[in-house]
């Protein structure tokens, strides 16, 4: 509401940035937005890629927009740049660190210079606005997809009534299609899987590799081969088995080298008669035509992603894998791909593609593999896991654990724990911009930790409503936790922690709260820890009873800060009888 010259939009994928995108595309021609811009830009990261020698912004606009401009000087007109992608962007890295090897990263850092949206995947944004500090005139904004609302008037209009409450059951029951039913492709998808099947599918989306698998043989089944065969019947065909790992292997080959968006020279390197076959190959990928010419691109970059997953569990070696940074996005997939055993997944039908040494007449160039083919098996995991154990990344090294560990549906063996205890300290935030995929994530993994008998080393909490998963969350760490930290008051009825703590930190000096809102969040912690550091707003007026819950409690190191700093209980003593 309040225009900014400069915004920032994050969200995992799948949520609804690029939509977001052109609504704000349709409210600016509509004269609803950006009433003092002339024109807006849209540029996709994607298509950006195929141009790194655009040296200046009146180029790079000549190329994008030569059907409409003609000799075009952007210095005449007020502007707003629209970047779509930014993680699809395969010099972001450069973008980052400014280098001038590439003069198309020069180019969009000229951009700064103009009003500007900036879209892409939480990660990216997060490490370009880090970069980001010249601007303070600028919004950050995190796509958060449908909330509990949302979810339902979405199965009120697109359910049809017999299944409505099989779809809700399933969303109540599945930790992750609770945790993804927000993002609307996703939504979507489990809607359309769950009301075409008799089957109950609780099980079914166990993992977001299970969503996944699921998403796509739904595909496959319903849009590709357009026969009533179930899922068995249809993977029993060797010639379908060849199909999905061809699909898959265009998918890696143009991943690796950063092609989002590819050309049809790209795909004749592949399929030499590819006018004749492009009707047989073509459901997960799709063709966009525009003004200067038509690309493709596959229906979404989540299915490219799988599809990478999968070429790389069954035709490549774990060292190959690890050894290309480019696979870092697809290693929880992969990991979750050796979780295939269930009787109940779908997953079996993806892990053993094998092909046979046939070639098929309109596919000759899939004829053979990669040398060295093999699986990567629960072993590779072990392997994958343990490189992870290695990195000198920490925070990247967590997260990429956790997702693994929790893909993989693995327990904490001896080798998982000799892996978790290499790393040593371990520690847990519960923040807004943390996915809800990502806290299941966590609550797995913490679940098996401190059943394990390992204590937390830290819980950083700086969220004051949380939502079951992240209440979940709490609960296990408080169980074997050494630091605490709150940043902020939290809101948690019904539950109190019960196990002692080293230390605590309450900073919430930002924040003006109540007695009993303190009383009935942060003193049950308190009387729970040996070491206590409190940051409180100046104007908080019930000092003297911190003095009292203090010396009845089991704290034996202090310090406060209230305006003034205390350092022991008799400095705080004095001051409150004062």
């Given at each position: 509401?309040?225009?900014?010259?400069?915004?920032?939009?994050?969200?995992?994928?799948?949520?609804?940035?690029t939509?977001?995108?052109?609504?704000?595309l349709?409210?600016?021609?509509?004269?609803?937005?950006?009433?003092?811009?002339?024109?807006?830009?849209?540029?996709?990261?994607?298509?950006?890629?195929?141009?790194?020698?655009?040296?200046?912004?009146?180029?790079?606009?000549?190329?994008?927009?030569?059907?409409?401009?003609?000799?075009?000087?952007?210095?005449n007109?007020?502007?707003?740049?629209?970047?779509d992608?930014?993680d699809?962007?395969?010099?972001?890295?450069?973008?980052l660190?400014?280098?001038?090897?590439?003069?198309?990263?020069?180019t969009?850092?000229?951009?700064?210079?103009?009003?500007h949206?900036?879209?892409?995947?939480?990660?990216?944004?997060?490490?370009?606005?880090s970069?980001?500090?010249?601007?303070?005139?600028?919004?950050?904004?995190?796509i958060?997809?449908?909330?509990?609302?949302?979810?339902?008037?979405?199965?009120?209009n697109?359910?049809?009534?017999?299944k409505k409450?099989?779809?809700?059951?399933?969303?109540?029951?599945?930790p992750?299609?609770?945790?993804?039913?927000?993002?609307?492709?996703?939504?979507?998808?489990m809607?359309?899987?769950?009301?075409?099947?008799?089957?109950?599918?609780?099980?079914?989306?166990?993992t977001?590799?299970?969503?996944?698998?699921?998403?796509?043989?739904?595909?496959?089944?319903?849009?590709?081969?357009?026969?009533?065969?179930?899922?068995?019947?249809?993977?029993?065909?060797?010639?379908?088995?060849?199909?999905?790992l061809?699909?898959?292997?265009?998918?890696?080959?143009?991943?690796?080298?950063?092609?989002?968006?590819?050309?049809k020279?790209?795909?004749?390197?592949?399929?030499?008669?590819?006018?004749?076959?492009?009707?047989?190959?073509f459901?997960?990928?799709?063709?966009?035509?525009?003004?200067v010419?038509?690309?493709?691109?596959?229906a979404?970059?989540?299915?490219m992603?799988?599809?990478?997953?999968?070429y790389?569990?069954?035709?490549?070696?774990?060292k190959?894998?690890?050894a290309?940074?480019?696979?870092?996005?697809c290693?929880?997939?992969?990991?979750?791909?050796?979780n295939?055993?269930?009787?109940?997944?779908?997953?079996?039908?993806?892990?053993?593609?094998?092909?046979?040494?046939?070639?098929l007449?309109?596919?000759?160039?899939?004829?053979?593999?990669?040398?060295?083919?093999?699986?990567?098996?629960s072993t590779g995991?072990?392997?994958?896991?343990?490189?992870?154990?290695?990195?000198?990344?920490?925070?990247?090294?967590?997260?990429?654990?956790i997702?693994?560990?929790?893909?993989?549906?693995?327990?904490?063996n001896?080798?998982i724990?000799?892996?978790?205890?290499?790393?040593?300290?371990?520690?847990?935030?519960i923040?807004?911009?943390?996915?809800?995929?990502?806290?299941?994530?966590?609550?797995?993994?913490?679940?098996?930790?401190?059943?394990s008998?390992r204590?937390?080393?830290?819980l950083s909490?700086?969220?004051?409503?949380?939502?079951?998963?992240?209440?979940?969350?709490?609960?296990?760490?408080?169980?074997?936790?050494?630091d605490?930290?709150?940043?902020?008051?939290i809101?948690?009825?019904?539950w109190?922690?019960?196990?002692?703590i080293?230390?605590?930190?309450?900073?919430?000096?930002?924040?003006?709260?109540?007695?009993?809102?303190?009383?009935?969040?942060f003193?049950?912690?308190?009387?729970?820890?040996?070491?206590?550091?409190?940051?409180?707003?100046k104007?908080?007026?019930?000092?003297k009873?911190?003095?009292?819950?203090?010396?009845?409690?089991?704290?034996?190191?202090?310090?406060?800060?209230?305006?003034?700093?205390?350092?022991?209980?008799?400095?705080?003593?004095n001051?409150?009888?004062?």
């Amino acid at each position: 509401m309040k225009e900014k010259s400069v915004i920032l939009i994050s969200g995992i994928a799948g949520i609804g940035k690029t939509w977001l995108l052109r609504k704000c595309l349709l409210d600016w021609s509509n004269n609803l937005i950006w009433k003092n811009v002339e024109l807006v830009f849209y540029l996709e990261c994607r298509r950006l890629n195929q141009h790194q020698n655009i040296s200046n912004i009146n180029d790079l606009l000549n190329v994008f927009y030569n059907d409409i401009l003609n000799d075009f000087n952007i210095s005449n007109h007020t502007a707003l740049f629209i970047i779509d992608g930014l993680d699809e962007f395969i010099y972001f890295n450069e973008l980052l660190n400014p280098s001038f090897n590439y003069p198309v990263v020069n180019t969009l850092t000229d951009i700064k210079k103009y009003k500007h949206v900036i879209a892409g995947r939480v990660y990216a944004i997060d490490q370009y606005q880090s970069k980001y500090t010249e601007h303070s005139d600028k919004s950050i904004i995190q796509i958060m997809g449908f909330n509990e609302n949302g979810i339902n008037n979405y199965i009120e209009n697109h359910v049809k009534e017999e299944k409505k409450e099989v779809v809700k059951t399933t969303l109540k029951d599945s930790p992750i299609a609770k945790a993804m039913a927000s993002v609307p492709f996703y939504l979507s998808s489990m809607c359309k899987i769950i009301s075409d099947s008799n089957k109950i599918y609780t099980n079914s989306f166990l993992t977001m590799t299970d969503l996944y698998a699921n998403i796509f043989l739904y595909f496959l089944q319903k849009h590709i081969m357009k026969n009533n065969k179930l899922i068995y019947e249809i993977m029993e065909d060797s010639f379908n088995k060849r199909y999905i790992l061809n699909i898959c292997k265009i998918a890696y080959e143009l991943f690796i080298k950063n092609n989002i968006i590819f050309s049809k020279k790209d795909i004749e390197y592949f399929i030499s008669d590819f006018d004749q076959n492009d009707g047989n190959l073509f459901g997960f990928i799709e063709k966009v035509e525009t003004n200067v010419g038509c690309y493709y691109q596959f229906a979404h970059l989540t299915i490219m992603e799988f599809c990478v997953s999968v070429y790389a569990y069954n035709c490549l070696s774990r060292k190959k894998i690890m050894a290309n940074e480019k696979l870092r996005s697809c290693l929880s997939m992969i990991c979750g791909l050796t979780n295939n055993k269930s009787q109940n997944s779908l997953l079996k039908f993806l892990v053993n593609l094998n092909p046979s040494n046939e070639s098929l007449p309109w596919l000759s160039i899939f004829g053979y593999l990669l040398p060295g083919y093999r699986t990567i098996g629960s072993t590779g995991l072990l392997w994958i896991l343990d490189r992870l154990s290695k990195s000198d990344d920490i925070e990247e090294y967590d997260v990429l654990f956790i997702e693994c560990f929790y893909e993989s549906q693995s327990s904490f063996n001896d080798e998982i724990k000799s892996m978790v205890d290499k790393r040593g300290e371990w520690w847990i935030s519960i923040v807004d911009w943390k996915t809800s995929y990502f806290t299941s994530c966590e609550n797995y993994f913490i679940n098996h930790y401190v059943k394990s008998g390992r204590k937390l080393s830290w819980l950083s909490v700086d969220k004051n409503i949380l939502s079951d998963e992240e209440k979940k969350l709490l609960i296990q760490c408080s169980t074997n936790v050494r630091d605490v930290s709150f940043w902020c008051p939290i809101n948690f009825e019904g539950w109190k922690p019960k196990d002692k703590i080293d230390k605590l930190k309450i900073f919430i000096s930002r924040y003006l709260i109540t007695k009993k809102d303190f009383e009935e969040n942060f003193l049950p912690w308190i009387n729970l820890c040996e070491e206590l550091n409190l940051r409180l707003h100046k104007d908080i007026d019930f000092i003297k009873e911190f003095y009292e819950w203090i010396r009845c409690s089991n704290v034996k190191k202090f310090s406060m800060y209230r305006g003034k700093s205390f350092y022991n209980l008799d400095e705080l003593k004095n001051f409150t009888t004062r």
